[in-house]
Nanobody
């Protein structure tokens, strides 16, 4: 099993920045990639970004391209999401996710989430 723990959420004004972290523990060697999803009130959970452990290829939702950057620290089994130029529409609970085989399917592991609130 893999455990994922997020940190770094909070309240920020529009145009500001936040960096989320996700620390993985357990059978981390079994993971192919990690990513971030978010869920706003009354909406479905949606993909934000993902990164492969090997090679570091990255993938982004169109809504965050150019504003968010996902990165990883393999030695620390940690993934980061740098969020810049934040908008009120970015307000959501952000979930860290782990993939065992492919990012083409839903993740195999989930964190508990961290709240991000962007005020206008």
């Amino acid at each position: 099993q893999v455990q994922l723990v997020e940190s770094g959420g909070g309240l920020v004004q529009a145009g500001g920045s936040l960096r989320l972290s996700c620390a993985a523990s357990g059978r981390t060697f079994s993971m192919y990639a990690m990513g971030w999803f978010r869920q706003a009130p009354g909406k479905e959970r949606e993909f934000v970004a993902a990164i492969r452990w090997s090679g570091g290829s990255t993938y982004y939702a169109d809504s965050v391209k150019g504003r968010f950057t996902i990165s990883r620290d393999n030695a620390r089994n940690t993934v980061y999401l740098q969020m810049n130029s934040l908008k009120p529409t970015d307000t959501a609970v952000y979930y860290c996710a782990g993939y065992r085989v492919t990012i083409a399917t839903m993740p195999d592991y989930w964190g508990r989430g961290t709240q991000v609130t962007v005020s206008s």
